[in-house]
């Protein structure tokens, strides 16, 4: 019977680890995309209001002036792109599930430990654990799935009225 528990709570340690493991990996999305959002804007702002001042268009060359019109289209292109701004708040959603879904799970083994009566069994923590797991990535599949689509999308052929591609 012990040797039992041992491997269940082994199970549930092992389960605990992986979801702190994917939790990590959303701080590490949430804090790229959010640099990465910053640093787009503030491209795509500075070089923007550059090009918009008479005063820089006529000190700098024209070549000058062409190529600080390019970055700001590359900014606007990568923005629109990536989407870092969509993908940080996505990241901080599901930053923010793993948390509670840790939280809950070690206080229902707390409560476990404690022998309370209506504590759940290790079995159903590790549901629950797994359950949330796959919440987390079905969601991060999601979002890599809209943006192939938006792109596919966005560079597919035309289709005509009879739905033969042209």
């Known amino acids: 019977m012990q040797e039992k528990n041992n491997s269940q709570s082994t199970n549930v ?6 979801a702190k493991s994917i939790l990590d990996t959303q701080k590490a999305l949430k804090l790229k995309n959010h640099w990465g959002s910053w640093l787009l804007k503030i491209g795509q702002y500075l070089t923007g209001a550059i090009l918009a001042s008479s005063f820089f268009q ?3 060359l024209a070549q000058v002036v062409g190529f600080l019109g390019l970055l ?8 629109h792109r990536f989407r870092p701004d969509i993908k940080f ?3 901080k959603t599901r930053i923010l599930k793993l948390t509670r879904l840790i939280r809950t799970a070690e206080d229902c083994l707390s409560a476990l430990a404690a022998k309370e009566k209506d504590a759940p069994d290790e ?6 654990i797994s359950e949330g797991i796959d919440e987390v990535e079905r ?3 999601l979002d890599y799935a809209l943006m192939r689509r938006k792109l ?10 009879v739905g033969n591609k042209e």
């Open 13 to 18: 340690k092992n389960k605990l680890d992986e």
């Open 58 to 60: 006529d000190a700098l």
């Open 72 to 79: 700001v289209l590359l900014f606007t292109f990568m923005n």
């Open 89 to 91: 708040m996505n990241a």
């Open 123 to 128: 079995f159903t923590i590790i549901k629950n």
């Open 139 to 141: 969601s991060q599949h």
């Open 152 to 161: 596919s999308r966005r560079f597919a052929k035309p289709v005509n009225a």
